[in-house]
């Protein structure tokens, strides 16, 4: 299982906790997907703060403040010294989004809050790229894990850089990885586990599903099937038919 | 005096951060503060004092990804 900051998590699934039909649901997809870690955001409270944090509390998984939504080194930092006081922990996902169209990561506000936010002593998950330099300076600035995006959030689009992803995660085998948005379907999740991902760091896919309980239990088993098939060794792919069967020993019949 | 509170302008009673989320009615919530774009720890609020026009941000965790 993965291993973040010295912290074992008890599943290699990452889960968000918006956009459920119901909290009652929300519940019911945490149970089935047997989720490690739950991520949250902080916004203004306008009255339902508390028993959200009371239904989250209550998941039994640990808690991973975001700073969703901050498109400057400033707010992040802010956001995150609030997550940290309100939810007890040094954790925190570090979103710095430079491009609304696809909420694709400002990776050089990224790296200047990630280096501030490691002197303060926070664990920064960060929400990155693929590319090399810039997780290479993650890393630099502190950072002891790197979470690329698979495809930009609620795409549904899968892991769209094959060989980004490849390359990054050969170019940093001891770093702990998750990938980080545009999981659509189980096959996707499967996929980046088969790549030799540590976890993925889902949301959408599961909480709008049209049963999100029954894809969260889809989602699970798709991430353990991958795992285990990236621990087999498997097959590298060839263009030409090799027979399976044994060619020796056939019946000459004509 | 006036206050910019969570974005809405507000007219409040208070000296301080920690008056101000009396006020509020917030003094019990599991809430966190930033003061004009700073934080501002829990244990800090008592002593620091607002002036008029200061914008006060208050949250509480919610729904993320």
């Not at chain 1, 996902?93 to 200047?112: C, M, S, T, Y």
């Not at chain 1, 992803?165 to 702990?176: E, G």
């Not at chain 2, 026009?53 to 509480?60: F, K, N, Q, R, T």
Request: net charge negative; hydrophobic share 50%.
């Amino acid at each position: 299982m993965p291993l973040f900051y010295g912290t074992q998590v008890s599943s290699p699934m990452m889960l968000g906790t918006a956009q459920y039909p119901s909290p009652a649901i929300l519940a019911a997809a945490f149970s089935a997907s047997g989720a490690g870690v739950a991520t949250v955001s902080l916004r203004r409270e306008s009255g339902g703060g508390q028993d959200f944090l009371r239904l989250i509390e209550g998941l039994g998984v640990v808690l991973l403040p975001n700073t969703a939504g901050c498109h400057s080194v400033k707010e992040a930092v802010t956001t995150a010294q609030m997550a940290r006081e309100l939810l007890r922990t040094n954790w925190i996902k570090l979103e710095v989004i430079g491009h609304g169209d696809l909420l694709a990561p400002d990776v050089f506000g990224l790296v200047e809050a990630a280096r501030e936010l490691c002197a303060q002593g926070f664990k920064v998950f960060p929400y990155c790229t693929e590319d090399l330099s810039v997780c290479d300076q993650l890393l630099r600035a502190g950072c002891e894990v790197l979470m690329p995006w698979g495809a930009p959030i609620g795409s549904g689009l899968g892991l769209n850089n094959l060989l980004g992803l490849k390359a990054l995660r050969a170019a940093f085998r001891d770093v702990p990885m998750v990938i980080d948005a545009g999981i659509g379907r189980p096959s996707h999740a499967a996929a980046a586990m088969e790549l030799g991902f540590d976890a993925v760091l889902l949301n959408t896919a599961v909480a709008k599903a049209g049963d999100p309980v029954t894809m969260a239990r889809a989602m699970a088993q798709a991430l353990d099937a991958g795992r285990a098939a990236y621990l087999s060794d498997p097959i590298e792919p060839r263009e030409m038919a090799t027979p399976s069967t044994p060619v020796i020993g056939k019946a000459f019949l004509q | 005096m006036k206050l910019t509170i969570n974005g809405d302008p507000q007219e409040i009673h208070a000296t301080t951060l920690a008056e101000a989320l009396a006020a509020l009615e917030l003094s019990e919530a599991r809430v966190a503060t930033a003061l004009n774009g700073i934080f501002v720890p829990a244990d800090a609020r008592a002593a620091t004092a607002l002036s008029p026009g200061d914008s006060l941000e208050i949250v509480a965790p919610m729904q993320g990804g």
